[in-house]
């Protein structure tokens, strides 16, 4: 019993110095801004932008070291670039491609991203009328073959 106590107690400690490590790195990042419009320019940005890094994340939502880059360099172009939302967007896709946006622009290069779950939804159909079809075609035991089975098994 005093062995499970012990067990728990360093697992709980564990626990409780592992989360204070993640506190003690999380770090606040704050930008200024000149006006309301790059505030609002920089929010939909880096919600539109992919964390390249991270499965699933945009820039916002992502903790990575890339993110924080990317954040800083979006910031740096609205602000001390003063470029446009379209340019910094066209830097990025420049970069790194189609994958840092959440909503790529259908083209060649991503036709399959947008057709692939269309194909697959068809090929599924096709597969489960094929298994139907097979299912519906099989024949009745003629008498002789059936009392041949039935004679066996008993």
Known sequence: MKML??????????????????????SIETYSFETA??????????????CLVCQNQNL????????????????TMLVTEKKDKDSVVEFMVERYG??????P?????T??????????LLLGIGFL???????NNI????NEEAEHFTSKSE
């Open 5 to 26: 106590y012990l067990l728990r107690s360093i697992f709980f400690s564990f626990l409780t110095f592992t989360a204070l490590m993640h506190t003690v790195n999380a």
């Open 37 to 50: 419009q790059q505030e609002k320019d920089y929010n939909v940005l880096i919600d539109e932008l992919r």
């Open 129 to 135: 009328m094929r298994i139907v079809k097979q299912s």
């Open 98 to 103: 189609d994958f840092v946006l959440y909503n």
């Open 105 to 109: 622009p259908v083209k060649s290069q």
């Open 111 to 120: 036709l399959l991203l947008w057709a692939g779950p269309f194909i697959f």
């Open 139 to 142: 024949q009745p035991l003629k």
């Open 60 to 75: 916002a939502d992502s903790n990575a070291e890339l993110a924080q880059d990317l954040r800083r360099q979006v910031h």
